[in-house]
């Protein structure tokens, strides 16, 4: 019991905050748990507390909150059960070495020894001083297959890590919230969390890029009092309207994240001020199940008669709902002064499902929230089918199964199939078998033929057309979107070239046998080395697919044999496939940050094309294969990838204080009013005015307008900021920002 620890171990006052955050989660899942459930929490709560007294968190805090609010979100925001519950407060235990899984299993059962065991192996996920690696990912993955709760758990306990990530050092803030973005909110996402979802991509952003983070989230702050005024108007007689048909009914005007918004900026090149649906109305109906449809779109009629619809933006899932379990009505009307705004409409029933993701959604089929998730797993099992992939490969085929756009599309029996947006005939063909994917040979879809990369459409019919001397090629891989469809074409490339490598592998032994010409091990490393493959099975494909001659393999031996210098002094033009490897010593790890300046000569390094650094920018070292190290900034589009992907070639650096000499090319985009002498007025601002070299200027009018791209040379982000301070004060440019690239 806690309030049997001793006083030296524990001052009064922790102990008193502890066990009020502990009464705080049985508070919150009080309607979940029976009286034996609560024993076995409180069993768990003690087993915990004692396995992390003397471990703090960053923040100087006791570790045991951690496990604590994992609990509470795992039941609170994610809807699990007892089991969950017992699994998070002791999911870090065993790496603690005050517990084991024997011991968890006789005093709280399999399914929470199996959980606990799921998480333990993938501690290293769960460590924020390490990053993410795509080979325990693909373990974690693995684990589905026994319980679904356990990535559920994962997701509440990246989601506390991430609330509390204040108190961590820079470098951990930026690899956890590139992990966070990358992976886990796209994860979230997909299971139908989206509160969760949008949490964590505002605080990856709050690390990523706290500049933009700040000024939005301060904008939001600052128009708060209008928008709530808006709402208030906009909504008004809606009420009146819903209160006299008797609906019983709730209406919420819900702020769009911080994240959402900047993606909007980005995407429509706007202000934040243009940003036209920075909140959405959310119409909740409280109404029985059988009139769950029908009620909803006698709101939309109701809606819609006060004000003018916009049927672009029409979005109807409630009749094919995602396949994630979400359903709502979305419309976007145009409002007083002529706003546009969102209005989301949906029952009670939806909403917690909206809210608390396929959890809720098992639990309102009649089945326990910590019953299965099943529908979702069997899905995520045709990625897991092939035995041995790639395991970064493996991480990227998975996020294809996050998507949250959907298409759907009917064969031609009338059947609905859903693919995510952007699927093609191929990845339609590969869903209804392997075999009739492997020899798609086109399809018709509305009864006309269309070729196999044909991209689909909502309502689509799509019969397939198949040939028995049609197999996979490479190329298909860059004509599918969905994981299934890619893992299956792999497969059937990986089979086809072992054949080809067996074949060339007789082929070029016969040869040497009947020329009478050794093949020691060493003569063949430097033909690998030569011919710039990793393995003996791609050289001897490249000779089975008769991309490489035996002839030629016998002149270099005979080379090799008579000459004692390297493969590289010799000259003789051969194909080669060049792909990407980790690299082995090309720089050696030290906790030193490489300082970015002029004298480092003898470190090659170039700033990344992708996103320009200047100096200020926050910026990371990233080791490439054959270009030494690419600075890149943190902000980079590339960012979330490279840094959960590639930890191991990932750099810490930063700038020399002295900058004076320093020049940085940047590119920057200008939208505004066309009039004469506008290049003249840029010209001059650059060059006369702010003294700043100028190297390119394109400007493109259209229909009164103009867009246009600068190339300028700065010293430094201030100076760079300076630059497009100005640029906007220039009447006629509306819109100027930097380009990545």
Same mark, same amino acid.
């Given at each position: ?227 709530? !005024? ?139 929230a910590d019953g299965g998730l099943g529908e979702w797993l069997l899905h995520i ?205 090309? =720089? ?58 590639y930890d191991y070639r990932i750099v810490k650096a930063r700038w020399t204080s ?26 001059? =601002? ?28 700065? !010293? ?5 900021? =300076? ?19």
């Amino acid at each position: 019991m806690i309030d049997k620890i001793d006083s030296s171990v524990l001052p009064e006052r922790t102990k008193r905050d502890i066990l009020n955050k502990y009464k705080g989660l049985l508070r919150v899942c009080r309607k979940c748990i029976s009286s034996e459930d609560n024993k076995k929490i409180r069993k768990a709560f003690n087993i915990a507390l004692n396995a992390h007294l003397s471990k703090k968190r960053d923040s100087g805090e006791p570790y045991i909150y951690h496990p604590l609010a994992v609990a509470r979100i795992a039941v609170e925001e994610i809807g699990l059960g007892s089991t969950s519950i017992i699994a998070a407060l002791l999911h870090e235990t065993i790496t603690e070495g005050r517990n084991s899984f024997t011991n968890i299993e006789k005093n709280f059962g399999k399914p929470v020894r199996n959980i606990v065991e799921g998480l333990t192996k993938m501690s290293g996920l769960s460590d924020m001083n390490t990053s993410l690696q795509a080979e325990n990912f693909r373990k974690l993955l693995l684990t589905l297959s026994t319980d679904a709760r356990i990535i559920l758990l994962k997701i509440a306990d990246r989601l506390e890590n991430m609330r509390n990530l204040e108190h961590s050092s820079l470098e951990r803030q930026i690899k956890a919230a590139s992990e966070t973005f990358y992976l886990y909110a796209p994860l979230a996402n997909r299971l139908g969390f989206y509160t969760l979802k949008s949490e964590m991509e505002d605080l990856s952003l709050k690390y990523t890029n706290p500049e933009v983070y700040g000024d939005i989230s301060n904008k939001l702050k600052n128009t708060t009092t209008v928008r709530n !005024r808006f709402i208030r108007e906009f909504t008004e007689p809606i009420k009146k309207e819903l209160s006299s048909q008797g609906f019983n009914f709730e209406i919420k005007g819900r702020t769009k994240s911080v994240y959402s918004i900047w993606n909007k900026m980005k995407k429509q090149q706007a202000k934040f001020s243009e940003v036209f649906d920075i909140f959405a109305i959310r119409i909740i109906l409280d109404t029985e199940l059988k009139n769950e449809k029908t009620d909803c779109w006698r709101v939309y009629s109701i809606v819609t008669d006060f004000y003018q619809p916009n049927t672009n933006r029409m979005r109807d899932w409630i009749s094919v709902p995602k396949s994630n379990g979400y359903e709502s009505l979305h419309t976007t009307v145009v409002g007083p002064g002529g706003k546009f705004v969102e209005v989301q409409i949906r029952t009670t029933r939806m909403n917690e499902i909206a809210e608390k993701g396929l959890a809720a959604h098992w639990k309102y089929k009649g089945e326990s929230a910590d019953g299965g998730l099943g529908e979702w797993l069997l899905h995520i099992r045709e990625v897991l089918e092939n035995p041995e992939p790639n395991a970064l490969e493996f991480v990227d085929d998975f996020k294809l199964n996050l998507y949250s756009e959907e298409v759907f599309v009917f064969t031609p029996r009338g059947d609905l199939k859903r693919f995510p947006a952007g699927a093609t005939v191929l990845d339609f063909a590969f869903d209804i078998h392997t075999d009739i994917g492997s020899r798609c040979a086109g399809a018709k879809v509305n009864g006309k033929n269309v070729p196999i990369k044909k991209v689909l459409q909502n309502g689509d019919q799509v019969s397939i057309l198949t040939s028995k001397n049609q197999t996979p090629k490479i190329d298909w891989l860059n004509w599918v979107g969905t994981a299934k469809a890619r893992t299956k074409i792999k497969q059937s490339l990986k089979e086809a070239k072992q054949v080809d490598s067996d074949n060339g592998k007789e082929l070029l032994s016969r040869r040497l046998k009947n020329w009478k010409i050794d093949f020691p091990d060493k003569i063949k490393t430097r033909l690998l080395k030569h011919y710039k493959v990793k393995t003996s099975f791609d050289f001897f494909y490249l000779i089975g697919s008769g991309r490489i001659d035996p002839a030629d393999v016998k002149e270099l031996i005979i080379k090799f044999e008579n000459k004692e210098k390297e493969v590289s002094d010799i000259s003789i033009d051969a194909p080669g496939i060049s792909g990407e490897s980790r690299p082995g010593k090309t =720089l050696e790890r030290s906790p030193d940050i490489l300082i970015i300046d002029e004298s480092l000569n003898n470190i090659d390094y170039k700033f990344a094309p992708c996103c320009n650094p200047v100096f200020g920018d926050s910026v990371f070292g990233f080791v490439s294969v054959n270009d030494g190290i690419k600075i890149h900034r943190i902000s980079c589009p590339n960012a979330s990838s490279m840094l959960s992907r590639y930890d191991y070639r990932i750099v810490k650096a930063r700038w020399t204080s002295n900058s004076d000499s320093s020049s940085f090319p940047v590119m920057i985009k200008l939208i505004g009013i066309d009039e004469v002498g506008i290049v003249t007025k840029i010209s001059d =601002l650059i060059s006369k005015e702010l003294k700043m070299t100028l190297r390119s200027i394109s400007i493109e009018p259209m229909d009164g307008m103009f867009e246009g791209v600068i190339k300028v040379i700065v !010293r430094n982000k201030s100076q760079l900021d =300076l630059l497009l301070h100005k640029l906007l004060r220039v009447k006629v440019i509306q819109k100027a920002f930097r380009l990545d690239s």
